[in-house]
């Protein structure tokens, strides 16, 4: 089956710091990607949908310059928290498309970060 | 607006019990329809999906799902509860308005007791 890899799976930062985490498709291309929020015991919210080659399109609520996101190739999606504050902890999920629109999404296992 | 609601916040249910974890949802269009399990600090992983066809759909690990559109109702189904079902569950709709995007629901913890 497809295959999305989070890295790094758990990572510690200082606040005010930054943060980059990387989603890939491993062995499918994926025109679309998406990058979810998850606090503890709750559901998953999406931030925003990255197309290859094209701006991010954010949900409302989201500060677009807070978390950049990047979608250079069609196995690759970077999501970058910039200034990181305490309130930035959580588990982040990304997720890609196929090509083939199917409806399906295949996930990540997830990046833990924690702001100090 | 396109929304999943899942009306029990968590569930317990014996060992060897049946189970069934309730799912509607609100889509003005055929929706895509999926059941995701998350065990603590994983990730999802899909047990089954409704695109269209046969309402009674059948998934990993023994579980099932029946897609009554009468009732926008996805509920998720297994005859039979192992302890290691023990998990976060999530209900979600496949939407097409405004781009793909899959909308979850709040999730249902369940409890297995032995």
């Known amino acids: 089956g497809a295959v999305v890899s989070q890295h790094p799976s758990r990572v510690i930062c200082k606040s005010g710091t930054s943060v980059k985490i990387e989603c890939r498709s491993l062995?499918?291309?994926?025109?679309?990607m998406f990058w979810y929020r998850q606090f503890p015991k709750q559901s998953l919210m999406l931030m925003a949908t990255?197309?290859?080659?094209?701006?991010?399109?954010?949900e409302q609520g989201v500060e677009k310059d807070k978390f950049l996101i990047n979608h250079a190739s069609l196995t690759l999606s970077t999501l970058t928290v910039t200034s990181a504050h305490p309130e930035d902890s959580s588990f982040y999920i990304c997720?890609?498309?196929?090509?083939?629109?199917?409806?399906?999404?295949?996930f990540g296992p997830g990046t833990r970060l924690t702001v100090t | 607006a396109q929304s999943v609601t899942q009306p029990d916040i968590h569930i317990t249910v014996s060992e060897g019990a049946s189970l069934e974890l309730r799912c509607n949802y609100s889509?003005?269009?055929?929706?895509?329809l999926f059941w995701y399990v998350q065990s603590p600090g994983q990730g999802l992983q899909l047990l089954l999906k409704?695109?269209?066809?046969?309402?009674l759909v059948q998934g990993i690990k023994g579980f099932e799902a029946e897609f009554k559109r009468s009732q926008s109702s996805f509920n998720l189904r297994k005859p039979s509860v192992h302890w290691s079902d023990a998990a976060e569950y999530f209900c979600?709709?496949?939407?097409?308005?405004?781009?793909?995007?899959?909308?979850f629901g709040a999730g249902t913890r369940l409890f297995v007791k032995a």
């Open positions: 997720s890609a498309r196929d090509q083939n629109w199917g409806g399906e999404q295949y």
């Open positions: 889509y003005g269009a055929t929706p895509y």
């Open positions: 062995d499918f291309q994926a025109t679309t």
């Open positions: 990255s197309n290859e080659g094209s701006k991010a399109t954010y």
């Open positions: 979600a709709v496949g939407t097409r308005t405004g781009g793909f995007k899959t909308i």
């Open positions: 409704y695109f269209s066809g046969d309402t």
